[in-house]
């Protein structure tokens, strides 16, 4: 089984829940794009709006190298309440896993995301950010591949 996200570029639309400490869970939906450069570096761009409540959205911008031998990368991401983060992903056989910190970050902030295969159209998206050891917001969605 090949990773269809991620490792190939392509428009993926995202739906689910956001979760943070102490509120309801929201209804988020969003895009995602992945491209590649013909020097193998990776772009994926993601926003993730609120439509029903006034939560200010969410766009991260990653970029990243991802050599054809190894299944480990590396990444730069800049997100929208985060700011400047680094990070590493691990390609495994049934899911894409990375995790991210915030640089120069008195709060410890960190990140992680899991994104599990179902079929080559459609993955499970989880992500979580903390503060030092408390989880502070969390996604739930689903990510479909959009013709194209």
Not at 39 to 55: S, V
Not at 95 to 107: A, E, K, P, T
């Amino acid at each position: 089984m090949a990773h269809t996200f991620l490792l190939n570029a392509g428009r993926w639309a995202v739906e689910g829940y956001w979760l943070e400490r102490n509120q309801l869970p929201l209804i988020v939906q969003g895009n995602l794009l992945v491209t590649w450069s013909r020097d193998e570096w990776l772009t994926m761009a993601t926003r993730l709006t609120f439509p029903e409540q006034a939560h200010p959205e969410v766009t991260m911008q990653y970029r990243g190298k991802i050599s054809p031998d190894d299944q480990r990368y590396t990444f730069v991401l800049q997100h929208s309440q985060l700011g400047r983060v680094e990070g590493e992903g691990w390609v495994g056989p049934m899911s894409i896993v990375q995790r991210y910190w915030v640089l120069s970050d008195r709060d410890k902030r960190t990140g992680l995301e899991n994104l599990r295969w179902l079929t080559d159209r459609r993955y499970c998206f989880t992500s979580s950010i903390m503060a030092g050891n408390t989880l502070i917001s969390s996604l739930e969605a689903t990510c479909d591949r959009l013709p194209g």
